[in-house]
């Protein structure tokens, strides 16, 4: 039986080796419609351009930003009422478009690119906290646009990010009110042409969570 199967096999590979129309089908090019290799695996789950850092904020970081704002800071003002600018600061789903829904124009809005750089840019009467572990970063510079907006992370409490940022406000010239909803705070102040507006809330693993726009000079 082995020898059967074996003289068989030796003959379809002889009968293969012949047969021409076999032979091109296994060896010639195989044809490509680009169009259609454009729409392959189009649901499939890409890898990232590049892997990520993990990199981890230095040990004891809260602390060292505590002794870079140490010293006397004035207390921000008791919230006035419920907080009218927080829902649409909720809805907003980018740092444009968070900006646009505190009054920051249109057109500046329009220009905004997004960049961590800006976030170094801050005027300096609205400034960075020393610890902010920035997640992003929004400006504008066009058309006479002097737009800036940074989110980032903190390991200091609510109260005191608001301390700091009154005190460093307020040496600058801005008048600020402070408004609260359901443990999200919004500081925001003016001078002639400038404004500022900071949220705050905690998170649940402690710190804060903060998003600063500046728009204007300060």
Known sequence: MADLDNSLATMNDAASANDPALQGALRDPIMVDPKLVQQANANTVRPPLQPGSGALPPEGIGQRADAQVAGALRAAPAPTGTCTQCAAARRALTLGALA????????????????????????QGVPLYPDAQISE????DRDGCALRVVSFTSAAPVQRLLDWYHTRTSEAGFRSEHQADSGEHILAGTKKNAAFFLIVKPRQNGGSQVDLMADGGG
């Open 137 to 140: 970063a929004a400006g504008a």
């Open 100 to 123: 646009q829904s505190q009054g920051a124009s249109a057109q500046c809005v329009n220009n905004v690119a997004y960049s961590a750089d800006w976030a170094n840019r801050l005027p």
